[in-house]
C-alpha cells in the first residue's frame, strides 16, 4: 500500500499539470471510476497483495488499463483516473517489476481512447522523469528512460520536447547536444520575449509614410470604410516595415486636420488599438501635450478636440491622459488663492480714502514692472481640453474635471462659461420652445449636438434636474456671461411656477415640485 500512498500526492500534482496543459473535463461518477475502485477492493482482500505481492498489483493495473481501452464512455472517462492508472503502470516499469514492452502494449491500446490520450501520457513522463533524475538508483532510471524509448511512435518528439528536460532527450537521441538545446530555447525565448524591435529612418521606408498619408488623405464620401483602410494600413506596415507607433501618430495629424471625418477615424483608431498596448494611444497624446508646454507655446485647438472625441469615446481614460497636462493641481489651488488676495485688496483698495495720488502712481509703476519680470506662463492644457470637452458634449469627463479645481474656477474663465451656456441652451431648447417663448417673440432655434453621446435634451422640467440644474451650479454667478441664457432660465421658472398654481392642488404635483427642487 506504500505505492498507493505515494500516488495519491503524484496523482494531485499530475493533476494540476494536466490542468494548465488541458482543459479539465467535467468529471461524471461512471462505470470506469467503479471499476477502478473494485479493482483496489479486490487487490486489498487478496492476501498476496497486502504483502505487497507486486506481480498480483501489476495484473490489477493491466486488467484496469484493457477496460479502459474496451470502454466505449470515452467521453464520459474521468480524467483522474486515467492518470492514475497511466502513472501506476509506468511507476511498476520503473521500479522493475513490469517490462516496458508488455506496458508500451497496455499503452498502445489506451493512446486511442481519447484524443488528448498523448498529452496525459507525456505529462505522466514529466513527473516520472523529475522522480527518477533525484533519485541515487541508476537502474530505475534506466528502466523509465527504455519505457520512454518504448513509447516514442505513441507520443510525438515536440510534445516530449516541451515537457521532459534537455539531459533526457539527450540520453533518448531525440537531440544531439543538451547543452545547445538549452542555448538555443535561451535565444529564441529571448527573441520573443524580451528582445526589443527598434525601429529608425535607416531601416524604415519613407515610402510607405507617404502612401500611408494618400491613403488617410483621400477622399472619404465614396464607399470607403474604416476596415478597408485599416488592411491597407497593415500592408504598408508590413511591406515597409514601418513604425506601429509613428503609424498611430500620423492617423492622430491626420485626424486633427480633418475633424469633420469622426465617423470614420474613431472606428479606425479603434480597430488600429487592439495591435497596440492599451497605454500607447495615451502616451502619444501626452508627448503631443508636452511639445506645446514651453513658455512661448500655444496648444492648438484640433489637439484639444481629438483627445475629448477619444475621451467620449473611452478609447483612453482621463486619469491617464490628466497627468500630462499643465499646470498641475497645486499650481492651480495657489493661483486661485493668489486672484482671491488680489481682488480683496482690490476691494480693499476701493474702500479706502487716498491722500497722495502720487504714492499710488507710484505703486501701479512698481507693479507694472513685476509683472514684466515674470514670464508668461503656458496655456493651462487643462482648461482647454475641458473647453473642448464642453462643445462636444461630454458632460461627464467635463465634470471630473471641474471636480478637480477650486470651485467656480474653472467658469471664471470667459470660454469656459461661454462653452457651458451654450451647452446649456442646447440641452433646454425642447423644452424652452414648448413653454418658454413668450407671445410673439421671435428667436431662432438652436440645433442640437450632432453627438449621441451628449446629454439628452430636456422634454419636460422633470428631466432639468438630470443635468440642467447641475450645470447652472457650476456655472453660478459667471451666468453672467450670457445674458439670453439668463433670460430663458428666468422664462422656465415662470412657466413651472405658472403650471404649479394652475395644478398646484393635486398632491402628485406637489411631490414633482418637492423631487424637482
Known amino acids: 500500500m506504500a505505492v498507493f500512498c505515494q500516488v495519491v500526492s503524484l496523482t494531485e500534482l499530475i493533476d494540476m499539470r494536466a490542468r494548465t496543459v488541458q482543459p479539465r473535463r467535467e468529471e461524471v461518477p461512471v ?47 474521468g480524467f483522474r483516473d486515467i492518470q492514475q492508472a497511466l502513472y501506476e503502470l509506468a511507476y511498476h516499469v520503473v521500479r522493475g517489476n513490469l517490462k516496458h514492452d508488455q506496458a508500451s502494449n497496455v499503452l498502445g491500446d489506451v493512446i486511442e481512447f481519447r484524443e488528448d490520450m498523448p498529452s496525459i501520457l507525456a505529462d505522466v513522463f514529466c513527473i516520472l522523469d523529475i522522480e527518477t533524475s533525484c533519485l541515487e538508483e541508476k537502474n530505475k532510471r534506466d528502466h523509465f528512460t527504455q519505457l520512454v524509448l518504448a513509447c516514442l511512435y505513441l507520443v510525438s518528439d515536440t510534445v516530449l520536447k516541451e515537457r521532459l528536460d534537455p539531459e533526457t532527450l539527450e540520453s533518448l537521441g531525440l537531440i544531439k547536444q543538451s547543452q545547445q538545446f538549452n542555448q538555443k530555447s535561451v535565444k529564441i525565448k529571448t527573441k520573443l520575449f524580451y528582445k526589443q524591435q527598434k525601429f529608425n529612418l535607416l531601416r524604415e521606408e519613407n515610402e510607405g509614410y507617404a502612401k500611408l498619408i494618400a491613403e488617410l488623405g483621400q477622399d472619404l464620401s465614396g464607399n470607403i470604410t474604416s476596415d478597408l483602410i485599416l488592411e491597407n494600413i497593415k500592408s504598408l506596415i508590413g511591406c515597409f516595415n514601418l513604425d506601429p507607433n509613428r503609424v498611430l501618430d500620423i492617423i492622430l495629424e491626420v485626424y486633427e486636420c480633418r475633424p469633420e471625418y469622426d465617423d470614420f477615424f474613431v472606428p479606425l483608431i479603434e480597430s488600429y488599438m487592439y495591435m497596440c498596448e492599451p497605454q500607447t494611444l495615451c502616451h502619444i497624446l501626452g508627448f503631443k501635450f508636452k511639445f506645446y508646454q514651453d513658455p512661448s507655446g500655444e496648444t492648438p485647438s484640433s489637439l484639444y478636440r481629438v483627445a475629448a472625441v477619444l475621451l467620449q469615446h473611452n478609447l483612453i481614460d482621463l486619469e491617464d491622459l490628466y497627468v500630462h497636462l499643465l499646470p498641475g493641481d497645486n499650481a492651480i489651488i495657489e493661483e486661485h488663492k493668489r486672484e482671491i488676495v488680489e481682488a480683496k485688496q482690490i476691494v480693499r483698495k476701493l474702500t479706502m480714502v487716498v491722500l497722495s495720488s ?46 478637480q479645481m477650486p470651485p467656480f474656477y474653472a467658469t471664471s474663465h470667459k470660454p469656459i462659461a461661454v462653452a457651458l451656456c451654450q451647452l446649456v441652451h442646447v440641452t433646454i431648447e425642447p423644452l424652452y420652445r414648448r413653454v418658454g417663448v413668450p407671445k410673439g417673440a421671435k428667436g431662432s432655434p438652436i440645433s442640437s449636438l450632432p453627438n449621441k453621446r451628449a446629454p439628452k435634451q430636456a422634454d419636460s422640467f422633470e428631466d432639468l434636474r438630470k443635468e440642467v440644474f447641475n450645470m447652472l451650479c457650476y456655472l453660478g454667478p459667471h451666468l453672467s456671461h450670457d445674458p439670453i441664457l439668463f433670460a430663458k432660465v428666468v422664462r422656465l421658472g415662470k412657466a413651472f411656477m405658472k403650471e404649479f398654481q394652475s395644478d398646484g392642488n393635486k398632491q402628485e404635483d406637489k411631490e414633482k415640485m418637492v423631487s424637482l427642487f
Open 31 to 77: 462505470n470506469v471510476s467503479i471499476l477502478w475502485q473494485q479493482a483496489i477492493k479486490s487487490a486489498q482482500s487478496d492476501s498476496t497483495f497486502r504483502k505487497g505481492h507486486p506481480l498480483l498489483e501489476m495484473e490489477y493495473l493491466v486488467q484496469l488499463c484493457r477496460a479502459l481501452s474496451d470502454s466505449k464512455s470515452h467521453d464520459s472517462m
Open 358 to 403: 502720487e504714492k499710488t502712481e507710484e505703486k501701479e509703476k512698481e507693479k507694472e514692472k513685476e509683472e514684466e519680470k515674470t514670464e508668461k506662463p503656458p496655456d493651462n492644457q487643462k482648461l482647454g481640453l475641458l473647453e473642448a470637452l464642453l462643445k462636444i458634449g461630454d458632460w461627464q469627463h467635463a465634470q471630473s474635471i471641474m471636480d
